[in-house]
């Protein structure tokens, strides 16, 4: 009974070899081989959330361009003709039993926005009266006028930062939005980065599970050999069997782990459905860095203040809440306003010339006259005429207008103590991500140490336990030690290198490190 037993264990081990020996590997398909770089390249071409975030810039730049258009000159064109007749109640009205009068009236002009709040405009009006009312000395009649006019803010709305409030917001919110990209595909590369050793990690876990198993099933055989020959008892074969069955459930969590981790890079490189038919699983190629970094704080501290996107953000949002502080400020002025108006009208037509009085009607000759002639006038200065003015307007309550610059010096208030806050924690996160460099290496070594010591006493115990000095027990608790000890080992190379990224994702640096222009990202 003993031997049946023994032979099914040692044939159900055989079994469970090769799945515990990477049985991913026996699937079919291909694998999709990646270094750190492939993958942080395809993120920022596919990474949807990068993707989305591209808009924010192009909704700003359209915003500016919007707000920009106010200096676009305008043009304004106007015509009208009319025909009224109305009855003739005199002989003195007109000749025949109606009077009719026929006009035409058109005008032109050109208006620009100026930086100093004010506006400049050109216009050009005409009109022609054609009537048959009698004692006219000129009909058909021709008007046209040239006008210069300039208006301009003196204290409420003066001056070009009051005058491009809206274009200077704008322009502010767009490099917001593309500080705020930027900092969006550091969080991308940081976040790719980490993943990526989260996969080298699970990948590197699942062998030392392996190894963890095959020394479980190697002395699993070995005592069932000695319990053959008399040597051990059926108990010890027993701890040996539940240690290998332990250790196969560890294997079947990392082997999960190691598809989660594949997942995560699925996701941030966005991989289609068509690429991932028939893929077997992802492959990191690179392996965790060991170098020593040493770091300056005070340098480190210094690219932070230089280089943070969050601080950028905070600064630009300061410098609005400037602006719309003067704004404010300057809606509490009164309005006086200057107005200049130049102007040269022409005037032209067919002069008639009467035989006695234009009441009688007898027409002696007539002098033609076109409507060229009265813009020629016009545009030749013929007579000049000007006028300056200034409007005062002062409003007997300003409640709305104090409320909001109270609000506007409470919002700069709030803002300069947020970004000295926000100073701060940076100062406290760059100490944090120096001495946390600092830690994981040391750690690095410290477990390095202890796994080598692991080996060597797993070593030592199973030299013991061959002379009978030792026990299953304890040979099976340092093997444990040992796979504790590689498990550590690996995870403080990844912590490490994990912490190296964290201080470039603090300092501002990530993008430069990796060679990575923001310009390419847009492309």
Excluded: C
């Amino acid at each position: 009974m003993f031997k049946r037993r023994t032979i099914f264990l040692i044939a159900l081990v055989l079994v469970l070899l090769p799945l515990a020996n990477g049985g991913q590997d026996q699937a079919p398909g291909k694998n999709l081989s990646l270094t750190l770089n492939d993958v942080i390249a395809r993120a920022l071409q596919k990474n949807l959330a990068l993707l989305a975030a591209v808009v924010s810039p192009q909704l700003s730049e359209a915003l500016v361009r919007l707000a920009g258009e106010k200096y676009y000159p305008s043009f304004a064109f106007s015509y009208s003709d009319q025909n009224n007749k109305s009855a003739s109640f005199s002989w003195l009205d007109a000749l025949g039993a109606q009077v009719t009068t026929l006009a035409m009236n058109y005008s032109g002009q050109v208006s620009q926005q100026l930086p100093t709040g004010g506006s400049f405009a050109v216009s050009v009006t005409g009109s022609t009266t054609n009537t048959n009312k009698k004692a006219q000395t000129i009909n058909p009649s021709y008007q046209g006028q040239l006008q210069f006019t300039f208006n301009q803010p003196l204290l409420q709305g003066f001056g070009p930062k009051i005058a491009n409030y809206n274009i200077i917001v704008a322009r502010n919110n767009l490099d917001i939005s593309e500080i705020s990209f930027t900092k969006t595909v550091q969080d991308t590369v940081y976040g790719v980065t980490t993943s990526y050793w989260s996969l080298v990690y699970a990948i590197e876990n699942l062998r030392v599970q392996q190894m963890a198993l095959q020394l479980a099933q190697d002395f699993l055989v070995k005592n069932q050999r000695s319990v053959e020959i008399g040597i051990l008892s059926p108990l010890d074969v027993m701890s040996a069997e539940a240690e290998v069955a332990s250790r196969e459930a560890n294997i079947i969590a990392a082997e999960a782990a190691v598809k989660n981790a594949e997942d995560q890079i699925k996701m941030l490189i966005n991989l289609s459905d068509e690429e991932e038919k028939g893929l077997r699983s992802v492959v990191a190629l690179d392996k965790p860095k060991l170098e020593e970094q040493k770091v300056d704080l005070d340098q480190a501290l210094l690219l932070a203040m230089q280089k943070r996107t969050d601080l950028q953000i905070s600064h630009l949002g300061l410098k609005s809440n400037e602006l719309n502080l003067s704004f404010t400020k300057n809606q509490l002025l009164p309005s006086l306003t200057l107005n200049a108006r130049y102007w040269s009208p022409g005037v032209s037509g067919t002069q008639i010339v009467y035989l006695g009085s234009p009441l009688d009607g007898n027409v002696l000759y007539t002098v033609p006259g076109t409507g060229t002639q009265a813009l020629t006038d016009a545009f030749g200065f013929k007579y000049q005429n000007w006028s300056v003015s200034l409007n005062l307007s002062v409003p007997l309550s300003n409640i709305i207008s104090r409320a909001a610059y109270a609000q506007a010096k409470l919002n700069m208030d709030q803002a300069l103590l947020n970004l000295k806050n926000q100073e701060r924690q940076v100062v406290l996160e760059i100490r944090n991500a120096v001495r946390s460099v600092d830690t994981t290496y040391k750690q690095v070594q410290a477990f390095r140490v202890a796994r080598e010591l692991a080996e060597k006493k797993l070593s030592a115990e199973e030299e013991r336990l061959r002379v009978g000095l030792s026990t299953n027990y304890l040979v099976l608790q340092y093997q444990r030690d040992l796979t504790i000890a590689r498990g550590s080992e690996l995870q403080a190379i990844i912590n490490y290198n994990n912490a190296q990224a964290a201080l470039d994702r603090s300092t501002g640096t990530i993008l430069e490190k990796r060679n990575i222009k923001i310009d390419d990202v847009l492309k």
